[in-house]
């Protein structure tokens, strides 16, 4: 089994719709990522979880949601999908010295229709 | 705000040649991460540079990092084509803080035979 699983790994959806994109690690890490690929953009931050309590925005929140269900689970919603959230999703786990850098998923990709 | 940014950002080489990519970043940090990513998969960390000064060499691939210049390379030697991919720095803003990666937007490199 994957070391981080993110399900589901391709869904399309209606302009609209409600989404979740979950994201489970049998890491043992505290820290839990989310970020969004675009081509020719790299990753960008979506939210952070440094453990169950603590969740922080990262550079691009607006129009996600998240909850941190567990130490292993990280879940991100889309609570109102508009198309240019068609993009390629990421979840990552660390420990928390970074020295290890992030492991990721393998990956969800969307489509807003 | 920090930014990162890779040079170039396509790459066409031929099999058996030399090259390297470049990855500067704008702020104070001693902690930058290699990833590769394979057309449609996730990110595999590839080095993880922990200080100035720092090399890591796997197979044709040697990574170096400079902390006072603000730039990393990743050197490539006698390219073969199964290095085609796309390769990403990240950079870590505040070590022992935060510890939350900013990408740059990747490096595509075909390896032509």
């Known amino acids: 089994d994957a070391d981080v699983t993110q399900t589901p790994r391709n869904r399309i959806t209606k302009t609209g719709k409600r989404i979740m994109l979950e994201c489970s690690q049998t890491?043992?890490?505290?820290?839990m990522y989310w970020y969004r690929q675009d081509p020719g953009l790299g990753l960008r931050l979506i939210y952070y979880?440094?453990?169950?309590?603590?969740?922080n925005k990262g550079e691009i929140s607006d129009g996600y949601s998240v909850s941190r269900q567990a130490q292993a689970k990280f879940s991100l919603s889309l609570e109102s999908a508009i198309p240019n959230q068609t993009a390629l999703y990421f979840c990552?786990?660390?420990?928390?010295?970074?020295?290890?850098?992030?492991?990721f998923g393998s990956g969800t990709r969307l489509t807003v229709v | 705000e920090l930014k990162v940014e890779q040079n170039p950002l396509f790459l066409s080489m031929q099999e058996g040649k030399n090259y390297t990519i470049y990855c500067n970043y704008s702020?104070?940090?001693?902690?930058l991460y290699w990833y590769r990513q394979d057309p449609g998969k996730s990110l595999e960390s590839l080095f993880v540079?922990?200080?100035?000064?720092a090399v890591k060499q796997e197979g044709r691939l040697m990574a170096s990092l400079d902390t006072k210049a603000r730039l990393s390379t990743l050197h490539i030697t006698a390219a073969v084509h199964d290095l085609s991919a796309t390769y990403f720095c990240a950079v870590d803003p505040q070590p022992g803080s935060s510890y939350k990666l900013i990408f740059g937007s990747g490096t595509r490199l075909l390896v032509r035979p």
């Open positions: 702020t104070t940090s001693d902690r």
């Open positions: 990552a786990t660390s420990d928390p010295r970074g020295r290890g850098g992030y492991t």
């Open positions: 979880s440094f453990d169950v309590k603590d969740i």
């Open positions: 540079l922990l200080s100035n000064g």
């Open positions: 890491k043992g890490h505290d820290r």
